[in-house]
């Protein structure tokens, strides 16, 4: 028999309880900021040069297992992201002469960036509605790194992981 006492309560009945919403389950997340992620991963960033040609990028690439690299001016300033959806959109339109071109004639510029302040979800939103899968980090005209969304998915099941560690914690007592 279970006394009164050791009952379990649901929702209404314990005012010590409650129940899961949006906000509770990303309370977390909505505190992290492209500086959380960078903290985590790095803020190491592999740049070409505008006049370096695709084929020099894509060896970039593969040399250092990357999707992208962005591309910086002759002072330093960011111009522009190349990601590998760029290099084969070009080879789909141009076979014969993607090599021999330019990162500046294949890169995307303007460049969807963000701060080390903006929030996690406003970079998922950015990503969403700019369907892109990596931003550059900027920190005044200081580049201070570059997030994947795999960079983003990483950082939030860690989070999920540890959250469920805290639930199981409590549960056990």
């Not at 190349?82 to 339109?93: G, Q, W």
């Not at 995307?108 to 963000?114: D, E, H, K, L, N």
Request: aromatic share 2%.
């Amino acid at each position: 028999m279970v006394s009164k006492k050791n009952a379990p309560h649901f929702g209404h009945e314990n005012p010590n309880t409650h129940s899961q919403s949006v906000q509770s389950n990303v309370t977390e997340s909505s505190k992290a900021t492209a500086e959380t992620i960078l903290g985590a991963k790095g803020h190491q960033v592999i740049t070409v040069r505008p006049g370096d040609t695709i084929h020099k990028v894509t060896e970039v690439m593969k040399e250092h297992g990357i999707g992208s690299v962005l591309v910086k001016d002759q002072n330093g300033h960011l111009a522009g992201i190349l990601t590998e959806r760029d290099v084969v959109m070009k080879f789909a339109e141009q076979p014969d002469d993607t090599f021999h071109k330019t990162a500046q004639d294949i890169m995307t510029s303007p460049v969807i960036t963000a701060t080390p302040e903006t929030p996690l979800m406003e970079l998922l939103q950015r990503m969403t509605e700019g369907r892109c899968r990596h931003i550059p980090v900027l920190d005044g005209d200081h580049i201070a790194g570059l997030i994947s969304i795999g960079d983003v998915v990483k950082y939030r099941l860690r989070e999920l992981e540890y959250e469920a560690l805290k639930m199981k914690q409590m549960i056990v007592g």
